[in-house]
């Protein structure tokens, strides 16, 4: 008999979703996501593409690499501004309604800036991913901050580790990791106090007040570049649409993760990859289940 955790079943939170005729850009949401350092700006650009796909009101990047930060013909939706050297004056004057940070992040002075600054920003939730993650890692005052914040904000902090971040933030290997998910899920909601997307085949997701679930959609397609940076942003776009659609963060963020699989797969099943599959056609195909269902 399987070990295995209850299944994800999210597809009904969908209709929360549904566009009343007179909503406007408000309604859905501002989502900031940082990152994009220097020869990384490309895993920001797909994470601001996949918020702004699955429907954020505003998609608005904070990009560390000057030579990227620019307005971008094909992409003119998205908002891109060269990351302040002041991050907590211009987490004011933007006023997120949901943070994502880490995609290309890197380690710089900034980043951890950057960082800081997000989890002390109150009470909405922020998205941590990638070179993030590795920073939380090391720097022992911002996992003192990140286990504060979830203190004062139960349920608003997302962290989505893949097996090797995983193992970098509880001191094993990947392949420790990957021998046994389901505890090493359980001691990263423990170390953090956050709701945690442990990335893989058959994705688990698991929070403090939350049981471990399962996600059975996906295939081997999803192995490349970029998959971890369009989870990102989907979660972001609909916690974002969630505030004004009673959707919570954990709900938000098992929704994303088995949109993003299950868009995966429709691909597959229409001959589309998995070898060669892409970030960027995923994106594409998660919006069009999202309107099916709704």
């Given at each position: 008999?399987s070990?295995?955790?209850?299944?994800?079943?999210?597809?009904?939170?969908?209709?929360?979703?549904?566009?009343?005729?007179?909503?406007?850009?408000?309604?859905?949401?501002?989502?900031?996501?940082?990152?994009?350092?220097?020869?990384?700006?490309?895993?920001?650009?797909?994470?601001?593409?996949?918020?702004?796909?699955?429907?954020?009101?505003?998609t608005?990047?904070?990009?560390?690499?000057?030579?990227?930060?620019?307005?971008?013909?094909?992409?003119?939706?998205?908002?891109?501004?060269?990351?302040?050297?002041?991050?907590?004056?211009?987490?004011?004057?933007?006023?997120?309604?949901?943070?994502?940070i880490?995609?290309?992040?890197?380690?710089?002075?900034?980043?951890?800036?950057?960082?800081?600054?997000?989890?002390?920003?109150?009470?909405?939730?922020?998205?941590?991913?990638?070179?993030?993650?590795h920073?939380?890692?090391?720097?022992?005052?911002?996992?003192?901050?990140?286990?504060?914040?979830?203190?004062?904000?139960?349920?608003?902090?997302?962290?989505?580790?893949?097996?090797?971040?995983?193992?970098?933030?509880?001191?094993?290997?990947?392949?420790?990791?990957?021998?046994?998910?389901?505890?090493?899920?359980?001691?990263?909601?423990?170390?953090?106090?956050?709701?945690?997307?442990l990335?893989?085949?058959?994705?688990?997701?698991?929070?403090?007040?939350?049981?471990?679930?399962?996600?059975?959609?996906?295939?081997?397609?999803?192995?490349?570049?970029?998959?971890?940076?369009?989870?990102?942003?989907?979660?972001?776009?609909?916690?974002?649409?969630?505030?004004?659609?009673?959707?919570?963060?954990?709900?938000?963020?098992?929704?994303?993760?088995?949109?993003?699989?299950?868009?995966?797969?429709?691909?597959?099943?229409?001959?589309?990859?998995?070898?060669?599959?892409?970030?960027?056609?995923?994106?594409?195909?998660?919006?069009?289940?999202?309107?099916?269902?709704e």
């Amino acid at each position: 008999m399987s070990n295995r955790p209850p299944p994800l079943n999210t597809f009904h939170l969908i209709q929360r979703l549904k566009r009343a005729p007179a909503e406007h850009k408000g309604n859905a949401g501002k989502v900031l996501l940082i990152g994009g350092a220097p020869g990384m700006a490309g895993a920001l650009l797909l994470a601001g593409n996949a918020s702004l796909h699955l429907g954020a009101g505003w998609t608005v990047l904070e990009m560390l690499d000057p030579a990227s930060a620019h307005a971008l013909p094909d992409q003119a939706e998205l908002m891109i501004r060269l990351a302040s050297f002041d991050p907590t004056e211009q987490l004011q004057a933007i006023k997120p309604d949901v943070i994502a940070i880490g995609p290309g992040l890197g380690f710089s002075n900034l980043a951890i800036q950057w960082l800081e600054a997000s989890l002390a920003y109150p009470n909405i939730p922020l998205v941590i991913d990638a070179d993030a993650l590795h920073l939380l890692a090391d720097i022992g005052p911002l996992m003192t901050q990140l286990r504060e914040r979830n203190a004062r904000y139960p349920n608003q902090t997302v962290l989505t580790p893949h097996p090797g971040e995983a193992g970098y933030l509880l001191d094993l290997s990947a392949a420790e990791v990957q021998e046994r998910r389901a505890s090493a899920l359980t001691d990263l909601v423990k170390l953090t106090q956050s709701i945690t997307v442990l990335k893989g085949q058959h994705t688990l997701i698991a929070a403090p007040q939350h049981d471990m679930l399962c996600c059975l959609e996906g295939n081997p397609g999803m192995g490349t570049g970029g998959m971890g940076d369009i989870l990102t942003g989907s979660i972001a776009a609909i916690a974002a649409q969630g505030i004004h659609h009673q959707l919570n963060v954990w709900e938000a963020t098992g929704l994303a993760v088995q949109l993003h699989a299950s868009a995966a797969d429709s691909l597959v099943a229409k001959k589309i990859g998995p070898i060669g599959l892409t970030p960027s056609e995923t994106i594409l195909e998660m919006r069009n289940l999202l309107n099916q269902h709704e």
